[in-house]
């Protein structure tokens, strides 16, 4: 069994993966100004909630967009396991064949979604990552990663509208019961959801229509349960897709 992390702007994701099986998975808040102790306990408490020793644990490996805190991650993990930890990123075998304009700048989240998508899912296909950035994976009939989109988040599109509009609070992320709000609350909600959702609908259309042909197209996230029961396109919610792809790629570098 294996800890892997993935360091994101809002949250870090934790899991234990034992082959192919996602043991748990939970997620703590990012926080810059924590110290490598802080990180450790955090950690060390989320293992203990699951009963996991450290002699369970074979290793650990790390996926992070955030560098000011990812060495600090790591220390606090070596303090957990006493072994060196993997760090997605110069010098880490992935078998991803990245086909852009500069490959050392494709964000190591985006790497490890894709080469879980490819382990698992028909090509050509289309990652969606919802966090504080939503982001797009493309990868061909081939097999290799040829681009992608970036944009706004959910979370950071909902505060932009209230920080900018006096009159609008902040609201909770479900769908209200009809597409047409009767209040203000409701409209908010509406337009966040569906908007998003129809995002992602036309987004399908256009890279289908760029593709060629049509595309099996994979969810994951920490907002994605939230919008994809409200897409049309055909769309496989996989939460665990990112832990996957790091146990993948720990598999790849294992010594010996």
């Given at each position: 069994?294996?800890?892997?992390?993935?360091?994101?702007?809002?949250?870090?994701?934790?899991?234990?993966?034992d082959?192919?099986?996602?043991?748990?998975?939970e997620r703590?808040s990012?926080v810059?100004t924590?110290?490598?102790?802080?990180?450790?306990?955090?950690?060390k408490?989320?293992?203990?909630?699951?009963?996991?020793?450290?002699?369970?644990?074979e290793?650990?490996?790390?996926?992070?967009?955030?560098?000011?805190?990812t060495?600090?991650?790591?220390?606090?993990?070596?303090?957990?396991?006493?072994k060196?930890?993997?760090v997605?990123?110069?010098?880490?075998?992935?078998?991803?064949?990245?086909?852009?304009?500069?490959?050392?700048?494709l964000?190591?989240?985006?790497?490890?979604?894709?080469?879980?998508?490819?382990?698992?899912?028909?090509?050509?296909?289309?990652?969606?990552?919802?966090?504080?950035?939503?982001?797009?994976?493309?990868i061909?009939?081939?097999?290799?990663?040829?681009?992608?989109?970036?944009?706004?988040?959910?979370?950071?599109?909902?505060?932009?509208?209230?920080?900018?509009?006096?009159?609008?609070?902040?609201?909770?992320?479900?769908?209200?019961?009809?597409?047409?709000?009767?209040?203000?609350?409701?409209?908010m909600?509406?337009g966040?959801?569906?908007?998003?959702?129809?995002?992602?609908d036309?987004?399908?259309?256009?890279?289908?229509?760029?593709?060629?042909?049509?595309?099996?197209?994979v969810?994951?996230?920490?907002?994605?349960?939230?919008?994809?029961?409200?897409?049309?396109?055909?769309?496989?919610?996989?939460?665990?897709?990112?832990?996957?792809?790091l146990?993948?790629?720990?598999?790849?570098?294992r010594?010996?």
């Amino acid at each position: 069994m294996i800890l892997a992390i993935d360091i994101g702007n809002t949250n870090i994701v934790a899991g234990c993966i034992d082959g192919t099986e996602c043991v748990f998975v939970e997620r703590l808040s990012t926080v810059r100004t924590k110290t490598e102790l802080e990180y450790a306990i955090d950690i060390k408490n989320v293992l203990d909630i699951y009963h996991i020793k450290k002699s369970d644990l074979e290793g650990g490996i790390i996926s992070s967009v955030v560098p000011q805190i990812t060495t600090i991650v790591k220390l606090a993990v070596e303090k957990i396991l006493k072994k060196e930890v993997l760090v997605v990123g110069a010098g880490i075998k992935t078998g991803l064949n990245i086909r852009i304009d500069n490959p050392a700048q494709l964000g190591s989240d985006l790497v490890v979604d894709s080469v879980a998508g490819i382990a698992e899912y028909p090509v050509p296909l289309l990652i969606f990552d919802l966090g504080t950035a939503n982001t797009v994976c493309v990868i061909d009939r081939n097999k290799n990663y040829v681009g992608g989109m970036i944009y706004p988040g959910i979370g950071v599109s909902l505060d932009s509208l209230t920080s900018h509009a006096s009159q609008l609070g902040g609201i909770s992320l479900e769908a209200p019961e009809h597409i047409i709000g009767k209040n203000t609350v409701e409209c908010m909600k509406s337009g966040i959801i569906y908007s998003s959702a129809a995002a992602i609908d036309g987004i399908i259309d256009r890279l289908e229509a760029e593709l060629g042909g049509e595309v099996t197209v994979v969810a994951t996230g920490g907002l994605a349960g939230k919008i994809v029961p409200w897409c049309r396109r055909k769309i496989v919610l996989d939460d665990n897709l990112l832990l996957k792809g790091l146990a993948i790629i720990y598999r790849k570098n294992r010594k010996g």
